[in-house]
T-cell receptor
């Protein structure tokens, strides 16, 4: 149980284009999803917290107009990198926290497999 | 500023040995302390987690030791196996569920 998927797993795009990454909780409902980015051999950096039906909360220094987050349902959140540039190349990982009573605790985060974005 | 300090950065252990990773924190509002295992190119996987009301939690070969007064917690991997070779992250969160991660420890288990 507690499986989170991401699509695509890998994407290469040209500079200036937009890329959408999907994050789905497959066997549980999640009111809260999180988006992280990770550079090689570094830790995870939280970008934003996404709550179903409301606007995402972005961490300091993260451009909300560049990284658009939509959390339209209890099982799906999307991250759109707009006008991507080479410096946006990174490993993007989402996580989801189950609603209370669905296993773990409401603060347990289950991570997706990640999406490798390369901007040429 | 990293809210959770993790050490060592890397370690090498022989098969069958014990791997020990330490983490320290300052924020007394933290009340949930998970450990994640990450293989290259993959997302982190929850390994084991502890809350401050217990001092130790064991799941199979993995044990968390927690010292609330010292604000430290550690992961022990007993009988380390080559398949345990991965990067391990400690983390902590207060009641708003946002995780603060340590810098990570790369564990290499030599056969």
């Amino acid at each position: 149980g507690a499986v989170v998927s991401q699509h695509p797993s890998r994407v290469i795009c040209k500079s200036g284009t937009s890329v959408k990454i999907e994050c789905r909780s497959l066997d549980f409902q999640a009111t809260t999803m999180f988006w992280y980015r990770q550079f090689p051999k570094q830790s995870l950096m939280l970008m934003a917290t996404s709550n179903e039906g409301s606007k995402a909360t972005y961490e300091q220094g993260v451009e909300k107009d560049k990284f658009l987050i939509n959390h339209a349902s209890l099982t799906l959140s999307t991250l759109t990198v707009t006008s991507a540039h080479p410096e946006d190349s990174s490993f993007y990982i989402c996580s989801a926290s189950p609603l209370g009573g669905q296993g773990g605790g409401t603060d347990t985060q289950y991570f997706g497999p990640g999406t490798r974005l390369t901007v040429l | 500023q990293q809210q959770v300090k993790q050490s060592p950065q890397s370690l090498i252990v022989q098969k069958g040995g014990i791997s020990i990773i330490n983490c320290a924190y300052e924020n007394t509002a933290f009340d949930y302390f998970p450990w994640y295992q990450q293989f290259p190119g993959k997302g982190p996987a929850l390994l084991i987690a502890i809350r401050p009301d217990v001092s130790e939690k064991k799941e199979g070969r993995f044990t968390i030791s927690f010292n609330k007064s010292a604000k430290q917690f550690s992961l022990h991997i007993m009988d380390s196996q080559p398949g345990d070779s991965a990067t391990y992250f400690c983390a902590a969160s207060p009641n708003d569920y946002k995780l603060s991660f340590g810098a990570g420890t790369t564990v290499t288990v030599r056969a």
